[in-house]
């Protein structure tokens, strides 16, 4: 089944603990990205990736990382997290085969940062 | 850049009733337009999308869509209200892969 899995599903942490949130694709898409969700302002892009190895800053970087070392997988990184990145977070992946750009979500992970 | 608006955060109608959720967009480039539906707990599906060709657009679970060049907008409508519908819908619009979304409108189906 063509599927973008996510993990974890639900976390709590403190403030400053590092953290990773894995991102992985089974269709062989070149098109990776970030989302995070928030009440009243929708999704707005942390990160994206066109290829291995190349990855760009989207609307909200700031406190983020990633890499991109294998076409399938799309780790997101808070080295110290904070209270304000309490949220619902979307990896979605596409291919550039696609002008459209279709992208294709994961089921989400909702991290609390107390 | 793109950007998306969406008219109204909350829509309420009653079971069996048009629904209609307003998306008006921008873009500098002929754009790709996207509704999607997000259900309680789940990640987002695409109901539907217009890339090029025909502007009425139809997609899953009865929605449809117009895409209307000369007002920038692509407008979701369902004739008849289902309960199964009430979701979070987000319009979205595309061009060389940055895909913006708007901010979401919640749907609610009354009985």
């Known amino acids: 089944e063509a599927q973008v899995t996510q993990n974890p599903r639900y976390l709590i942490t403190v403030t400053g603990k590092k953290l990773t949130v894995t991102c992985s694709q089974n269709m062989n898409h070149e098109y990776m990205s970030w989302y995070r969700q928030d009440p009243g302002l929708g999704l707005r892009q942390i990160y994206y990736?066109?290829?291995?190895?190349?990855?760009d800053k989207g609307d909200v970087p700031e406190g983020y990382k990633v890499s991109r070392k294998e076409k399938r997988n799309f780790p997101l990184i808070l080295e110290s997290p904070s209270p304000n990145q309490t949220s619902l977070y979307f990896c979605a992946s596409s291919s550039s085969g696609t002008v459209s750009y279709e992208q294709y979500f994961g089921p989400g992970t909702r991290l609390t940062v107390t | 850049a793109q950007s998306v608006t969406q008219l109204g955060s909350h829509v309420s109608v009653s079971e069996g009733a048009l629904v209609l959720l307003r998306c008006n967009y921008s873009s500098s480039v002929p754009p790709y337009l996207f509704w999607y539906v997000q259900y309680p707990n789940q990640g987002l599906q695409l109901l539907l999308k217009?890339?090029?060709?025909?502007?009425l657009v139809k997609g899953i679970n009865g929605f449809e869509a117009e895409f209307k060049k000369s007002e920038t907008s692509f407008h979701l409508t369902k004739p008849s209200a289902h309960m199964s519908d009430a979701a979070e819908y987000f319009c979205a619009v595309s061009a060389f892969g940055d895909m913006r979304f708007g901010a979401g409108t919640r749907l609610t189906v009354k009985p």
């Open positions: 217009y890339t090029t060709g025909a502007t």
């Open positions: 990736s066109m290829n291995v190895e190349v990855t």
